[in-house]
Every structure is written in structure tokens, then in C-alpha cells.
């Protein structure tokens, strides 16, 4: 979304910087500001009210972030829970995120991680797999870097994310409790609202 809203918002500062210079005094261009502010304001209010109406859908159709776009199982025996919770959101910092995140989207039921990509391939952990959930002092767009790291064998796994923690989403501050009542020892950063 903030993709959406920066390039209409750079768009009509470079148009109002140009009417501004290129106007002379003596010619009028208050309207036409006010009708390039009129647009801005409807694309932003379009963009906005799009981006509430997916939300909106998203929570009212699956309760919580449910995957069923990436169910892969046709017999349905993947994910044995009906509901999946969400636990990652994607940062944005003009593509560098890239470079500091995992590419997949992360979820969680009572028993399982999962590690969602693109193309749809599940990965699913158990979670007493999970060897450490920790804070990094990375931060983007004041939400820090989390990693979850998980052992299969002799091999560690290590996801980076941001949390998607908010007012209305709690599934992050549930999949650390649910963590902490599972396996303990696997929780190395404490939860705290001023250090999310």
C-alpha cells in the first residue's frame, strides 16, 4: 500500500512544484491546483479504500489469515488445522528489504510454522522444532527484525521478518506465547510493547 500512495504522492509534488514555477504571477493557477489536488485526493482515498476493502475481505473470509490459496494438498491432510494465523507482514525500503528479510510469507497453527513463498510452496515445521525466537537490533519503518530459527538435523533454518503486530492483530503476540508455552528456552528476546 505505501508503494501505492508514494509514487501518486511524488507524482503530484513534482506536478505542483512545476505549476508553481512555470505559472507566471500574473496568471491564475489556483484552479488549477485545486483540481490536481482533487484528483490526488480521490486517487489516495481510492487507494486507501481498496487497500481496507482486501483487509476487510481477508478477515471476514478466513477469520484470522486462513491459507486457502496455498492449500497444495487436494486431499487436504497438508495443513491439518482449518486456520493458519499470519505472522509476518513485508517491510517496505525501496527494495533493500530484500536483503534483510526472508522472501516468504510465515504463519503458524497450534502445531505447526509454516514458510510460504510465491509460487505457493509450504514449508511446515513443528514447533518444538523451533530452536530460537530473538529480536534483532535491525529496525524498518519502526518495526524491528524478528528470526526464528529452526533445527532439522545437524541443519539450522533461519527465517527474518517483521511481526505484523498491531491493534486489531494480535497473531504475532499469540505465536510467541503459544512458543513460550511449548518450548520455553526457545523464546530469547522478551515481548515488550515499546520494543516490538
Do not use: C
Not at 513534482?14 to 512555470?22: A, E, G, P, S
Not at 517496505?92 to 505457493?120: H, I, M, T, W
Not at 545437524?154 to 499469540?174: A, G, M, P, V
Amino acid at each position: 500500500m505505501i508503494k501505492r500512495i508514494l509514487i501518486p504522492t511524488l507524482i503530484y509534488a513534482v506536478l505542483t512544484v512545476v505549476i508553481t514555477l512555470t505559472l507566471s504571477q500574473h496568471q491564475s493557477f489556483v484552479t488549477i491546483l485545486v483540481v490536481l489536488n482533487s484528483i490526488y485526493a480521490v486517487l489516495i482515498l481510492l487507494t486507501v479504500l481498496q487497500h481496507l476493502k482486501l483487509a476487510k475481505q481477508n478477515i471476514s473470509t478466513d477469520n484470522g489469515h486462513l491459507l486457502a490459496q496455498y492449500r497444495i494438498d487436494v486431499s487436504g491432510n497438508f495443513f491439518e488445522t482449518p486456520t493458519l494465523y499470519k505472522i509476518s507482514q513485508r517491510p517496505f525500503l525501496l527494495g533493500l528489504e530484500k536483503r534483510l528479510v526472508n522472501n516468504q510469507d510465515l504463519y503458524y497453527d497450534e502445531r505447526f510454522f509454516y514458510a510460504v513463498d510465491k509460487p505457493g510452496t509450504v514449508l511446515r515445521y513443528p514447533l518444538v522444532d523451533i530452536t530460537e525466537l530473538s529480536r534483532t537490533s535491525i529496525q524498518i519503518n519502526n518495526s524491528r527484525i524478528w528470526q526464528v530459527k529452526i533445527a532439522i538435523g545437524s541443519e539450522i533454518i533461519e527465517y527474518r521478518f517483521t511481526h505484523n503486530f498491531s491493534i486489531w492483530n494480535k497473531n504475532f503476540l499469540n505465536f510467541y506465547n503459544r512458543l513460550k508455552q511449548i518450548k520455553p528456552q526457545a523464546i530469547q528476546s522478551e515481548w515488550s510493547l515499546w520494543r516490538l
